[in-house]
């Protein structure tokens, strides 16, 4: 007899729904997550609250500090919720101390980060621009400019469309009175950052000029990667970087479902419905499942505009000159791999993403400046201590 019925890898958003949906119908559920609570990166600190009561109430066995190297425990039936990373695309001097990703400036705040005083720019693409910026601003920085690559037009087309999402709406509206008085520069990004030995200033490009800001910290960032490589790990078929998923969330693998980011960036609402059709899915309660399918055709319609909206511009393909740094973890340039063909070569022949980020960050670069993509994925796919490897034996 298998000791769980379903087995949720990560407890964000969509792990979460699937895990309370799954088991409120009376199914034995197990989560897994390598972080030391509740809520993933997106609920990091606050806004988990309700769903993690509910998961408290629901039964679910939670494993936290758990990272899922290579194989699963046995069960009837999984769902992948191992949402996304950030896309960092390199210029000169990202490389430097005070240079952060957007996504990550967000996650040091909320866990204490302390930003009083400090003159930051905010740049990049997408509405965490936004959001980020007005965080800081609440925690005592000092904004001093937010860039967005996306031009107005965009920009203000993906506002309109939200006419219909009073609550996105009524969000917007707070971080802008938030940020009243900051710069807003869209159709711009930041093109090198500069200082001696750590980040002083940045050069912004406006258009056919550069603008230079003072500066103690600069959180760039354009958008995000699903996690897939668990999901390819173990035989889902992955295109154009998300799992690809039927009507009930299930992937090419039978019994295999997947949810949230990792099937395609859309948010915590798309995150939370997807996560509620696997779950009840995954248990076997299809007929509860597809009462949910309205809902997830609008939160996907809005992860398209999103995507529309803010797909990061060609021009950042050139930002990178022949000495920047591509991969981080074993310094290799862009000079380095031009002529590389594929991922594979580059690896071989330069040991880009072969360091301790196992391609986390350079992965998504390349795919970004070249055009690669993964040709295979090896366990473990997370760095982990021998010590782990033995301990899963008692999952």
Known sequence: ??????????????????????????????????????????????????????????????????????????????????????????????????????????????????????????????????????????????????????????????????????????????????????????????EVATGRGRVERVGMRRGRSVMEQDCDAVAVGYGLIPNTELAALVGCHVAQGSVVVDDWQETSVDGVFAAGEVTGIGGVEKSLVEGEIAGLAAAGLRGLAEKLFARRSRTQAFAARLERSFAPRPELRALAESDTFVCRCEDVTRGALEGMTSWREAKLQTRCGMGSCQGRVCGGATRFLFGWGAESTRPPVFPVKVGSLIEKRQL
Not at 64 to 69: K, L, T
């Open 1 to 190: 007899m298998r000791r769980w019925d379903v087995v949720v890898v990560g407890a964000g958003p969509a792990g979460i729904a699937a895990a309370c949906r799954a088991a409120e119908w009376g199914s034995r559920v197990l989560v897994l997550d390598d972080n030391p609570a509740a809520g993933g990166q997106i609920w990091r600190s606050n806004g988990a609250e309700p769903w993690v009561e509910r998961l408290a109430k629901s039964g679910v066995e939670v494993r936290f500090g758990s990272v899922v190297a290579d194989t699963l425990p046995e069960a009837r039936s999984y769902v992948l919720a191992t949402g996304a990373r950030e896309q960092f695309v390199p210029f000169p001097g990202w490389t430097l101390p005070g240079v952060f990703g957007l996504g990550g400036m967000q996650a040091l705040v909320k866990s204490g980060l302390d930003v009083t005083g400090k003159r930051i720019v905010v740049a990049g693409t997408g509405p965490l621009l936004l959001a980020v910026a007005s965080l800081l601003r609440k925690r005592g920085a000092v904004v001093s400019a937010v860039v967005e690559q996306a031009d107005w037009r965009s920009v203000a087309g993906f506002g309109a469309s939200l006419w219909n999402s009073p609550s996105k709406v009524a969000q917007g509206a707070e971080m802008m009175m938030t940020l009243w008085g900051v710069p807003l520069y869209t159709g711009s990004w930041v």
